[in-house]
Every structure is written in C-alpha cells, then in structure tokens.
C-alpha cells in the first residue's frame, strides 16, 4: 500500500531535528503545522518501537516526540495506541525527559523486561486498531488535504 501520508511529512523531514536535545527538537516544530508533527512523529515513533520496543525508541534520539507522536495516534483515531504509549512514557516519570541524556539516566533504573507487555500491546494495536497505522495515517492526510492549508 502506496504511503499517501508520506508525502505530507517528507517535505519536513529534514527540518526536523531529532538529533538533539527536547528544546532543539521544539525549536525545529515550531513554524510546522501541528497536524503534520503529530503525523511525522507518529510515523517515526511506529518506526522505532516496531523495529525494536519501546526500550528502543526512549534510548535513541526519536524518542524526544514521544507526546507528539501519542497525541497524533489520538488525531489519527488510534486511541488505544496512543494510550499504551502515553503509559510507556510515564515510566520515565513526569514530566516527560525530553533530553536524550535525562531519558537515558531514567532508563538505566528501568529493566527492559518492564517494557514488554507494552511492546506487546503496541505490535497488536498498531496493526489493527482504526485498520492500523498506514490505514489511520493515510485517512488522517486525505482529511487535512480536503481541509485545506493550516
């Protein structure tokens, strides 16, 4: 299936700096459309966490969207989702350690192990929850075309 939703983010792609610290990444988001950061954070959050759990996602960079991408399964009808990874990140404490260093130093008190039932529940909902992700994502482009510019 052909990733319509895809060719909503990628003109933002490079613009967007995940390689950095949380105000670094707020910084680069900040003139983007909300909607459009949700459905590139959402995408690169499923990216991460399929290929590797949450564990995975919170040590490496991207995990600096994780609100971002919760928030945008949430707009894309995948509450469930969105939920299990709004859970996941509390188990970093609150507020949320956007700083990649501050999510590594909660990590090292985590075992890994403690991640698996919401890697589980992540791999079940984001195949099938609202048709799953690519489905949600590509609904959710069509609406903001038919909307028209932000």
Known sequence: MQQDYWHMIEPFWEAINVDEDGEAYLVSVADIPTALV?????????????????????????????????????????????????EASQMLGTPYPRDWRARHTQLDAIPVEKFDRFDSQFYDLIETEADGFQCAANRFAQKLRQQGPA
């Open 38 to 86: 949700h459905l590139h954070a959402a995408h690169l959050a499923q990216s991460e966490i399929c290929n590797g759990g949450f564990a995975q996602f919170f040590q490496n960079y991207g995990g600096v969207l994780a609100p971002e991408a919760a928030a945008g399964f949430a707009v894309m009808g995948m509450t469930s989702t969105a939920k299990i990874l709004a």
